[in-house]
């Protein structure tokens, strides 16, 4: 069934082409309250402002290699933090190591996702997430 469009949703990447392909993609799915990051440090900042501010993001799209705060750094912060523990949190990666899904998996992870990939992929992949 998957999440109601209107959710609060924040895209982490360090590449703004990627960041811009990953909006277009929600776009078509129908959600509109996206706002995005250039990292993961950018992204906690934003975390912290909205939870701080009473309207909290309720899911988050991140790649995994990303400079000065990975994809799993920035997993391993919202895990730990009461304000996120339990949002739903989509990595995105380059590579389809199965020891990188380990990792992110026991870091309390929702969902994996390999690039490249479609607009169906993606989703499929929030569709299995439990929102």
Known sequence: MGPNIGIKILIVDDKLTMRKVIKNMLDELGFKNITLANNGSEAWTLLEQASSG???FEFIISDW???E???LDLLNKVRDDDNYKTTPFLMITAEAEQSNVLVAVK???SNFIVKPFTTDVLKEKINKINF
């Open 54 to 56: 009473g309207d909290p």
């Open 65 to 67: 290699s990303m400079p």
């Open 69 to 71: 705060m990975s994809g």
């Open 107 to 109: 870091a309390g992870v």
